[in-house]
């Protein structure tokens, strides 16, 4: 079966300080895979996506890369981290092969810059 | 660019009744329509979803509606109980440069008092 991990669950990071957050998913092959934040109490804002290795599409302008270094591999990475850059963030990914277009998302890191 | 409206953002209801959440889109190519409900501190999750082919699904307590013409589809949940208190999100797939992505709504906050 197909399962998406995410970690860490949770991370308090000073101003300033790098960041990398990690997802992988496991049972397939090849598939779609999203960065998603969601402020508090706010909606999902889509971050970057990709649809294969080194392919990274940024959909907003921000603080934040991604990598995807390995099939099953999307990262979140950021140099500096400023404090507007807090909020859960969510890993999702789809079965390109399949007709489902629905996201599984993973269980998320809830990022705190103090 | 592509938006997803949704209203209400805050919905509060009586333990039996019924709440209609509903939103608007404004690509008329997307085809699928998907519903994620979000606990509190958790992953949203798939809780049912429709395609562009069928105007009406129902899953139980739960059924989503499409007008393509009017560019907008809604959740309703019938005898709603405590446990559907949570964050629902509809989206909306779009297609850009040839790859698929969700547009997710701002989210609704629902309330079930017993």
């Known amino acids: 079966s197909q399962t998406i991990h995410q970690w860490p669950a949770t991370l308090v990071q000073p101003v300033g300080s790098p960041l990398s957050l990690e997802c992988t998913v496991e049972g397939t092959s090849n598939p779609n895979l999203y960065w998603y934040r969601q402020a508090a109490g706010r909606g999902l804002q889509l971050l970057f996506y990709?649809?294969?290795?080194?392919?990274i599409s940024s959909e907003v302008p921000q603080n934040l890369s991604a990598s995807r270094p390995q099939d099953r591999q999307f990262i979140l990475s950021s140099k500096k981290l400023l404090l507007s850059d807090s909020g859960f963030y969510l890993c999702?990914?789809?079965?390109?092969?399949?007709?489902?277009?629905?996201?599984?998302f993973g269980s998320g890191t809830r990022l705190t810059v103090v | 660019g592509e938006n997803v409206e949704q209203h209400p953002s805050t919905l509060s209801v009586q333990e039996g009744d019924s709440a209609v959440i509903k939103c608007t889109y404004s690509?008329?190519?997307?085809?699928?329509f998907p519903w994620y409900k979000q606990e509190l501190g958790k992953r949203p999750q798939l809780i049912i979803d429709?395609?562009?082919?069928?105007g009406e699904k129902k899953d139980q307590r739960i059924a989503v509606t499409l007008n393509k013409t009017a560019k907008h589809f809604s959740l309703h949940i019938t005898e709603t109980q405590p446990e559907d208190s949570a964050v629902y999100f509809c989206?909306?797939?779009?297609?850009?440069?040839?790859?698929?992505?969700?547009?997710f709504g701002a989210g609704t906050r629902l309330a079930v008092h017993p």
């Open positions: 999702a990914w789809i079965d390109r092969v399949g007709a489902n277009y629905g996201y599984t």
């Open positions: 989206a909306a797939s779009h297609r850009s440069g040839g790859y698929n992505k969700l547009i």
């Open positions: 429709i395609r562009s082919n069928v």
């Open positions: 990709s649809v294969g290795i080194g392919q």
């Open positions: 690509d008329s190519a997307s085809n699928y």
